[in-house]
């Protein structure tokens, strides 16, 4: 049955793609640009302060000059390790900290009649604590884990809530579109966000702050810009909605979980949908742990200054959507899995000749991001693209939440990976090359799947073009 594109509809999907606007610069700006810059740094002035040698391991200077990673030690939850791999630890702990609330946050919006309050919380609670993030200060780096972690609790239960809301607001032919749109508006906000903020911080002497102050004010508003922009979104989408029924209070917080165990276990009727979804898993964390610390890669260990990383990660953020387009026309021609596979070897490339950057040549670390930006957004949106034919009719909602756990239960394994190899190397060279593992993998496995038997079996029609 086809439902007529109405005023009103698009009405509720432009809030919908507004809502994509208003997260991204959390994602763009305090993950990706100034969070893996200036924690790092902060912890490092702390042990700094503190510092003791040991054995031929001295604390580096501000410059790095003794060493190309940051070894001053510092201390969180019990743990020891270089300050200069406090980053890679802190996203790995936050993306373990979201999956344990995933799963409450998409039970608890299932049995609320006021699903958009929900989302507006979880927003909220993220973008309060984004912009806590600014009384980061002299050597408080602790303020800044709490902070960040809260913030990731709001981004990704929001995230979760935000998803569901597709389900409701378009019908499967039209899913594809409007996706695909939210994804764009979301590259396009966090790239006008900081760019903006780029120009902020490069002027910051003429606004009369220091570079420090410049980029607490970043955090501000980017949790600004979330609570803002958040504010029209929820209200236009959909008031109500008809709650699952179940269980309520306290017993929904394991709700979710037990929702989570019977998707998985339905989905054994289904294993090759199952096989694609896990060869996603392995290739997208290293596609996020990439994002988020090439900056500190260019920091740490190229000593380019934040203005070059800064416009790094912007042409990365908005060449993100020209490469999401032209994937898009590949796929029309010789497939999406072909596609996909041809983007996971770019991205082998694009690695290895970042292991070979020369320090002190910004055009090659400009070049690296020119090649991450035109596969970035093109992996993510045919992987997604593809994985949604390979579901049974009528059960969107729940492999997409088994898309979104999954997604995040894994994706602290590249940055786990990538701060152990730094600390045991004690160069993110040798950290960023063995990012590679993961696109490896997921070549093979991707490789190995029967995307059309994988449709069909779903009780879909494959495409003409596959």
Known sequence: MTVAVTRERKRVWRAWYLYDWANS?????????????????????DAKTNFTLNGDRACTDSSGASSTLQNCDVSLF????????????????????QVLVLPIAGAIADRSRHKRRILGGFAFLGA??????FFIAGTNWEVGVWTFILANIGYGGALVVYYSFLVDIAEPDERDAVSSKGWAF????????????????????????????????????????????????????PQTHVPKSGERGLSVLTAGFKELKRTIKDARAYPLTLAFLGSYLVFTDGITTVVAVSAQYGKDELKYS??????????????????????GAIAARIGAKKTILGSLVAWVAVLC?????????PLQFYAVAVGIGLVLGGTNALSRSLFGQMIPEGKDAQYFSLYVVGERGTSWLGPLLFAAVGQITGSFRYAIIALVIFFVLGFV??????????????????????
């Open 78 to 97: 019990g743990l020891q390790f270089p300050a200069g791999s406090l980053w890679g630890y802190l996203l790995s702990i936050a993306t373990v900290t």
């Open 25 to 45: 610069p959390f994602y763009s700006s305090v993950i990706t640009v100034f969070g893996a810059l200036f924690l790092s740094e902060i912890a490092s002035a």
């Open 306 to 327: 934040t203005q070059v990383l800064i416009v790094t990660i912007l042409v990365i953020q908005f060449l993100a959507y020209a490469g999401a387009m032209i994937h």
């Open 128 to 133: 309060v604590a984004s912009a806590l993030m």
């Open 445 to 466: 496995f991707v490789w190995l799947v029967p995307v059309r038997r994988a449709i069909e079996a779903a009780g879909n029609r494959p495409p003409a073009v596959l």
């Open 353 to 361: 000749f970042a292991f070979f950057i020369e320090a002190g040549q």
């Open 186 to 237: 979301g590259y396009l906000g966090g790239g006008l966000a900081l760019a903006l903020q780029l120009g902020f911080f490069l002027g910051h002497d003429a606004f009369g702050v220091s570079e420090s102050l410049a980029v607490r004010i970043c955090f501000l508003t980017s949790g600004i810009w979330w609570a803002v922009f958040t504010i029209p979104a929820v209200r236009a989408l």
